[in-house]
Nanobody, 127 residues
Framework: QVQLVESGGGLVQPGGSLRLSCAVS????????IGWFRQAPGKKREGVSC????????YYADSVKGRFTISRDNAKNTVYLQMNSLKPEDTAVYYC????????????????????WGQGTQVTVSS
């Protein structure tokens, strides 16, 4: 069973940066695509970015393009989300999730195509 654990969240000022980590156990990143999602208070969970298992192709939501970068270290079985130029509207609990579905599905960043999930890490952007 694949398990995911997020870390790296915290409090950062607007314009600052954070790097989130998603440590994966139970399987290698060659077999599972990993997505990052977020849920702000009172809002639905939304897709942020994902990286495909075999091709390494990356996908981003329009709201984070040019500011966030997803990457992975196969040796450490860990996926990262580098977040730059953070805005108050980026405040949310960030989750990572795994998927073994094809690229055309995970590229949509639809929550239905991902699971299992990690427990989440809080990111707060505030001055």
């Amino acid at each position: 069973q694949v398990q995911l654990v997020e870390s790296g969240g915290g409090l950062v000022q607007p314009g600052g940066s954070l790097r989130l980590s998603c440590a994966v156990s139970g399987s290698s990143l060659d077999h599972y695509s990993i997505g990052w999602f977020r849920q702000a208070p009172g809002k639905k969970r939304e897709g942020v970015s994902c990286i495909h298992s075999s091709s390494g192709t990356t996908y981003y939501a329009d709201s984070v393009k040019g500011r966030f970068t997803i990457s992975r270290d196969n040796a450490k079985n860990t996926v990262y989300l580098q977040m730059n130029s953070l805005k108050p509207e980026d405040t949310a609990v960030y989750y990572c999730a795994a998927s073994d579905l094809e690229a055309r599905l995970i590229a949509t960043l639809n929550l239905l195509y991902f699971g299992p999930w990690g427990q989440g890490t809080q990111v707060t952007v505030s001055s």
